[in-house]
C-alpha cells in the first residue's frame, strides 16, 4: 500500500504517529502531507524529529498516487479523492463539532469507544457499515511508555522525578486561563507543574493574554511552561498524576487512563459570548453531560485549589466511576489500536481489488 496521512495541524501527529509506524513496519510506502495553512516550520521540525517522508500541500492528496489517506479532520473534498479515506477524531472530548456528519465524507469512520460507536450509527444508520469501533490510537504511546521516558523527560525540564506531577492542559476557548490566579504555582510549591498550552494559543493573537499569564507563571521553579515545540501530549499524560483542564478533550483522555481531572467550569469569554449564552451552550457537546461524573467539576478557582490538593491526597476517590467509563469514552487500552486500524484497512483494501 501507498498511504498518505494528511495533517491539518501539528496536534494530530500523535494519532498518527502510532498507525503510520504499523504501516512502516508492514513494508508500506507512509508520506505525511502537511498543510500549508499552519505553522510550517513547526510541522517540518515534527516531521524531521520523527524520520518521516513528508510533503507539504494539500493539493498531494489529488495526485491519484495513495492506496489509502488518513484524516482528523472532517474534509469534505474526501469524497471526490480515489483512494480509501479513513477518519479518526483528534479528540474525544466535550467539543460539539461537525465531526458526526463527517462520516458522510469517508470510506472508514474510526469509533474509539461504544459510546461513539451507538451514538454515529443512530444518527446515520445508512453509514453503519463504514464504522470501525478499534479504540484510540492516540493511547497506543502511553501503554508502552518506559520510565527511561520519563526520566529523560524530567531531567530536560529539571523537575524532580520523585515528586508528584500537576498538569494544567486548558483548551484555548473557552478557557479557565484568564481566570486562574498569578500565583497559582505557589499553591502547589511542593509539587511539579506541567502547563500545556493549546496549539492555537501560541499561533493566535486573540489569545496573547494568555501567554501574559504563562510568563508569570514560568517564574516560579516548580512550573514549567511547555513550548509549541512540545506538539505531544502523550508524555505528559504519562507522567501526570493529576490534570487541569476546562473543555479540553484530554481530560476525558487522562481520565480514562484511570486519574484524577478537575475540570473548570469558568471561563473568560468573547464579548458575543456573554450576549448570546446560548453560543456556547451550542458548543459544547452535551450528550457528554454523564461522563462529567469522572470529574471533579471546579466553578471558581477556590475550587480548583480544593479539589486538586484533594487528588492529590486522595487520587482514588472517583476510580469506580472512571474505570466504568473508560472502555465507554476510549475503547480498548492495549497498546494494539493501530494494529486494529491496520486490518481493517487492509480488510477493507482487499474487497476494493477484489470486486474489480
Partial sequence: MKVYFYVAYPYYFPHFLPISKVFTKKGHEVTYILSTKQNSQNMQDIAKENNLNYIFGEEILFDKQADVIFFANPYEKAKELKA?????????????????????????YIAEGIQKYNRVKNLYPEHEYKLALVGFSKFDEIVNFKKSQKDELFKKYGLDKNKKTILYAPTFFPSSIEKMADDFPNEFKEYNIWIKPHYLTYERKKYKNHLKKFKIWEQYKNCTILPLS?????????????????????????????????????????????????????RIDQSKAKYRTILDTANSYEETLKYTKEALENPSKLESKRLAFAKDICGEIDGKVSERIYDVVKERLNDLRSSQ
Avoid at 84 to 102: C, D, M, N, Q, Y
Wanted: proline content about 4%.
Fill in 230 to 282: 512540545e506538539y505531544n501530549l502523550v508524555p505528559f499524560l504519562a507522567t501526570s498524576d493529576v490534570m487541569i483542564s476546562d473543555e479540553s478533550s484530554a481530560m476525558f483522555e487522562f481520565a480514562s487512563l484511570n486519574k484524577p481531572v478537575i475540570s473548570n467550569q469558568y471561563f473568560k469569554l468573547r464579548w458575543s459570548y456573554y450576549l448570546m449564552p446560548w453560543k456556547l451552550t451550542k
Fill in 84 to 108: 480509501i479515506t479513513v477518519f479518526l477524531e483528534h479528540g474525544i472530548g466535550a467539543k460539539s463539532t461537525s465531526f458526526f456528519s463527517s462520516i458522510e465524507y469517508f470510506d472508514i
